[in-house]
Antibody, heavy 121, light 109 residues
Framework: QVQLQESGPGLVKPSQTLSLTCTVSGGSFSSGSYYWTWIRQPAGRGLEWIGRIFTSGSTNYNPSLKSRVTMSVDTSKNQFSLMLSSVTAADTAVYYC?????????????WGQGTLVTVSS | QSVLTQPPSASGTPGQRVTISCSGSSSNIGSHTVNWYQQLPGTAPKLLIYNNNQRPSGVPDRFSGSKSGTSASLAISGLQSEDEADYYCAAWDDSLDRVFGGGTKLTVL
């Protein structure tokens, strides 16, 4: 069974960099049939795609966040990470990591439980 | 404001059939396939429909999807109390951006 688990600080100060890591267990992390993605959800609001990364290192980012986002992958640890710089209160949200699967037309078939990140001084 | 437009709410009684619409444009739904996700309260979203109308293994056939032009729909037949959740449509956009609808809160009366 594939499991994803987000980890990282739950509180980040304004103007600083938010850093999260997603650890994947089960399945074949490095398969080209998958990509790894971050999605966030402010309280009481909808889902926002942040970006995706393949284990080759290829990335795509949400154009509205592109200037502040960096994603990376560590295949030796079955982990991928998110860095979001210059955060403001508007970046406060539950952050999810998820897997996109080519067999489901790149639909997101496994998700982490989500981690709340609050931006506040 | 979301790129894909969904009604904020929908409702139905047990056993009823309900539909949720998702409207986009030629750069997203008009050019790409649609996924649907179900988010139960306090949980992560779950993939319900991919490739417009396909169900992942384990998803009941009460859930069905369709697409026409720049719009898509999710239908739930034989509505059950456990279907009460938020539902989101999603599609790729030509900008290589994954876009979501704003979500529809389904209430089972």
């Amino acid at each position: 069974q594939v499991q994803l688990q987000e980890s990282g600080p739950g509180l980040v100060k304004p103007s600083q960099t938010l850093s999260l890591t997603c650890t994947v267990s089960g399945g074949s992390f490095s398969s080209g049939s998958y990509y790894w993605t971050w999605i966030r959800q402010p309280a009481g609001r909808g889902l926002e795609w942040i970006g995706r990364i393949f284990t080759s290192g290829s990335t795509n980012y949400n154009p509205s966040l592109k200037s502040r986002v960096t994603m990376s992958v560590d295949t030796s640890k079955n982990q991928f990470s998110l860095m979001l710089s210059s955060v403001t209160a508007a970046d406060t949200a539950v952050y999810y990591c998820a897997r996109g699967y080519s067999g489901y037309d790149w639909g997101l078939d496994y998700w982490g439980q989500g981690t709340l990140v609050t931006v506040s001084s | 404001q979301s790129v894909l437009t969904q009604p904020p709410s929908a409702s139905g009684t047990p056993g009823q059939r309900v539909t949720i619409s998702c409207s986009g444009s030629s750069s997203n739904i008009g050019s790409h396939t649609v996924n649907w996700y179900q988010q139960l309260p306090g949980t992560a979203p779950k993939l319900l429909i991919y490739n417009n109308n396909q169900r992942p293994s384990g998803v009941p056939d009460r859930f069905s999807g369709s697409k026409s032009g720049t719009s898509a729909s999710l239908a739930i037949s034989g509505l059950q109390s456990e279907d009460e959740a938020d539902y989101y449509c999603a599609a790729w956009d030509d900008s290589l951006d994954r876009v979501f609808g704003g979500g529809t809160k389904l209430t089972v009366l």
